[in-house]
């Protein structure tokens, strides 16, 4: 790709240069770092605050800023979604328990790009069905970022994550989407998680957003809590979601935010 190429579609989504890759490919890779370390901490009996202090400071020392902190009021530098909370779960005072799972999510900003990523945890001893709910919702993504590359569209990957999932008799969640990012922590388009074939825009080289399925155990509907943040299923079903951010290639996508450690699949034992 050239660097002449900057433009905004018919759909309002930028298309990028090889310069902004290069600096969403650094923003990625310090969100994913950062969840790489979190992960040791992960046990049973610590707090969710504590998991997003050591999110803050490492966001601090590697001289990036938070995404979260002052968004739309936001005061934290993750959000942690434990057990039957979908997303946007506010880290305090709960204490992680033997067989709970959990969502990571976290966003930097690095030279003014953003990396957004999100990835599953278990304190513990994983339960079966909590495995079994991870292992659909991570593949989702990937058969969703297999999806992604020019002439194909948003459709096609909701598509490819909608009939995965609801092929192993789990839900989708319709109330929350992946978004477009790049200088920018949201902007056109929502990337559906569910949706038909062919339907809405078509995939450009140099498009950048996130995919980030959430997965639940029953029904799909959520609620938001009293808090104005925190999303639930309404049925208390468990929950999963992974979130990479990608940029569209000439000839597929390249996934701004892996695990330079290796530690994005969940590898914690035999899902059988
Ligand atoms: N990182 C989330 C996303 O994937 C957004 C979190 S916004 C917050 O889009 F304010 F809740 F942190
Ligand atoms: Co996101
Ligand atoms: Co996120």
């Known amino acids: 790709m050239d660097h002449t190429r900057a433009r905004i579609t018919k759909d309002g989504i930028r298309i990028h240069d090889d310069a902004d890759f290069a600096g969403m490919r650094a923003a990625g890779q310090m969100a994913a770092e950062i969840l790489d370390g979190v992960a040791p ?5 610590v707090t969710t605050a504590a998991l997003d202090d050591y999110i803050r400071v490492e966001v601090e020392r590697r001289g990036a800023t938070s995404a979260t902190i ?5 005061r934290h530098a993750s959000c942690i979604s434990v057990n039957h909370v979908v997303c946007h779960g506010i880290p305090g005072g709960k204490v992680l328990m033997d067989g709970d799972i959990t969502n990571i999510d976290v966003t930097v900003i690095v030279d003014g790009w953003f990396g957004d990523t999100s990835r599953m945890y278990v304190a513990g001893d994983l339960p079966r069905k909590a495995g079994r ?10 058969l969703g970022i297999a999806a992604v590359k020019p002439g194909n569209t948003f459709g096609d990957i909701g598509h490819a994550i909608q009939t995965f999932v609801e092929g192993n008799r789990m839900s989708v969640v319709r109330d929350f989407c ?11 388009p929502n990337v559906l998680h569910y949706g038909r074939p062919g339907s809405a825009a078509v995939l450009e080289e140099g498009m950048f957003f996130t995919i980030e399925p959430m997965v639940n155990l029953g029904r799909a509907e959520t609620k938001v809590l009293a808090d104005d943040w925190t999303a639930v299923t309404r049925d208390k079903s468990l ?5 990479h951010s990608v ?11 892996l695990s330079p450690a290796g530690l994005f699949y969940p590898t914690w034992g035999a899902q059988a």
């Open 247 to 257: 940029g569209v290639t000439a000839t597929g996508c390249e996934i701004f935010t």
């Open 41 to 45: 901490m992960v046990v049973p009996g």
């Open 70 to 74: 002052g968004y739309k009021g936001y």
């Open 178 to 188: 992946g978004h477009g990012l790049g200088r920018v922590f949201h902007a056109p």
């Open 239 to 243: 929950s999963a979601q992974f979130e």
């Open 133 to 142: 709910l991870i292992e659909v919702t991570h593949d989702a993504l990937m």
